[in-house]
C-alpha cells in the first residue's frame, strides 16, 4: 500500500498530528518533547532541559507529560485516516527516544478520534472549586473505560479514602514548601512571561479555593477570580497501574490524555493532582489506599465546572518549529 494519497503526503499527516500533539498537558506546562518527522515513522523524543529536576528527578511526570502527547499524535493520526504501530522506548542505547510510530497504514477516518482532537482544542486546567452537580455515573464509567483502553486504571475513590487523600496531600504540601530548590523551580514556571511555556498568572487562582483535597500552593496569586464554592461535589479518582517503570510513566500518560479528552467531550472539568505523588511518603500513602494493587501516578479532580464562571484562558504553547523537526523529509513533503 503506498504510504500517500494524492493531496496529502504521509510526512504532511505526521508533521500534523506531531504539531497537534503539542495541545497536550504536561507538569506546569514544560512541554518536554520534541518530535522527529522521518519519511515513513514519527519519534518522540524527550527534552531533558524541561525536566523538573528537583520535583521530578526521576523523571516519572516528565514520561507522563510526553505520554499525554503520545496519545495525542495518535488520535491526531487516527482522525486522518492512519493507523500506527507504536514502539514504546524501542532503543535501550538512546534514552531520549521515547516512541516511534511506525507502520503506518489507511484506513477510514476514524469519527471518535477527530471528535477528541476537536476537544483537544478547548481542554483546559481550572483549578477552581467545581459547581455542585453531581458527576453522571455513566461519564466516570466512559472515563475509566478509556483509561483502561490505555492499560492504565483508574480508582474512584470513596469519602474516607478522599479524606486520606486530603491529609497526604496537605502534608506534601508543607514538605515542598520547605524545599528551597523545589519552590525555586516553581517559582521559574510561574514567572515565564511570553516564554512559550510555563503557567501564566491568568491560570492560576487569585487565592487558594476551597476544595476537599488542597492543590499546589503556587507560592504567588495568580489573577483568575475564585468562587467562595466548595467542591463538595468533586469526585476523585486515583490513576495507577501494575508496575512503576518509565515505560508505565508512558502509558500513564496516555491513559491521562485519554481521560482528560473523554471528560472534555462529556462535560467534565477534570484536573490532575500532582503534588501528593512527587513526595516519597505521601506515595507510599496512595499505594495503601490501593491496598497495594499498583502504583499511583496521579490523582484526578472530576467535576462539573461552575456555569456562573468562564473558563480560565489556555496556557501558552511553543511554536510547532521548536517542537516539530521535519528535517528528515524532502523540503516540500511537510
Not at 496529502?8 to 503539542?22: F, N, S, V, Y
Not at 502504583?295 to 484526578?300: A, G, K, M
Amino acid at each position: 500500500m503506498s504510504h500517500e494519497t494524492p493531496d496529502r503526503p504521509l510526512t504532511t499527516a505526521l508533521a500534523e498530528a506531531a504539531a497537534t500533539a503539542g495541545h497536550a498537558p504536561s507538569v506546569h506546562n514544560t512541554q518536554p518533547w520534541r518530535w522527529r518527522v522521518l519519511p515513513d515513522a514519527l519519534e518522540l523524543r524527550v527534552v531533558r532541559d524541561r525536566q523538573l529536576a528537583a520535583t521530578d528527578p526521576e523523571g516519572r511526570l516528565l514520561a507522563v507529560s510526553c505520554g499525554a502527547a503520545l496519545h495525542h499524535a495518535r488520535v491526531a493520526l487516527a482522525a486522518e485516516g492512519w493507523v500506527a504501530v507504536v514502539e514504546r522506548l524501542p532503543d535501550p542505547a538512546d534514552p531520549e527516544l521515547l516512541a516511534r510510530l511506525t507502520g503506518l497504514k489507511r484506513t477510514e477516518a476514524d469519527p471518535d478520534a477527530m471528535r477528541l482532537v476537536q476537544c483537544m482544542q478547548i481542554r483546559h486546567t481550572d483549578r477552581r472549586p467545581v459547581s455542585d452537580e453531581p458527576v453522571p455515573t455513566a461519564a466516570l464509567d466512559d472515563i475509566t473505560t478509556a483509561v483502561a483502553a490505555e492499560g492504565a486504571r483508574v480508582q474512584i475513590l470513596n469519602a474516607d479514602q478522599v479524606m486520606e487523600l486530603a491529609a497526604a496531600a496537605g502534608h506534601a504540601g508543607s514538605v515542598e514548601a520547605e524545599d528551597p530548590q523545589l519552590r525555586e523551580e516553581l517559582d521559574y514556571w510561574t514567572s515565564r512571561t511570553d516564554s512559550g511555556t510555563g503557567l501564566p498568572p491568568e491560570v492560576l487562582p487569585a487565592q487558594a479555593p476551597q476544595t476537599t483535597v488542597p492543590g499546589r500552593d503556587f507560592g504567588r496569586p495568580g489573577t483568575l477570580p475564585v468562587n467562595a464554592g466548595h467542591d463538595r461535589a468533586a469526585v476523585y479518582g486515583m490513576l495507577f497501574g501494575d508496575e512503576d517503570e518509565p515505560d508505565s510513566w508512558l502509558r500513564a500518560g496516555e491513559a491521562l490524555s485519554a481521560a482528560w479528552l473523554t471528560a472534555t467531550r462529556l462535560g467534565v472539568s477534570m484536573v490532575p493532582l500532582s503534588g501528593v505523588v512527587e513526595v516519597e511518603g505521601t506515595r507510599l500513602t496512595l499505594r495503601r489506599v490501593l491496598a497495594g494493587l499498583g502504583y499511583p501516578y496521579l490523582v484526578l479532580r472530576m467535576g462539573i465546572a461552575d456555569p456562573e464562571h468562564a473558563g480560565p484562558p489556555h496556557t501558552p504553547r511553543l511554536p510547532t518549529e521548536q517542537i516539530v523537526d521535519t528535517s528528515a523529509v524532502r523540503a516540500g513533503d511537510a
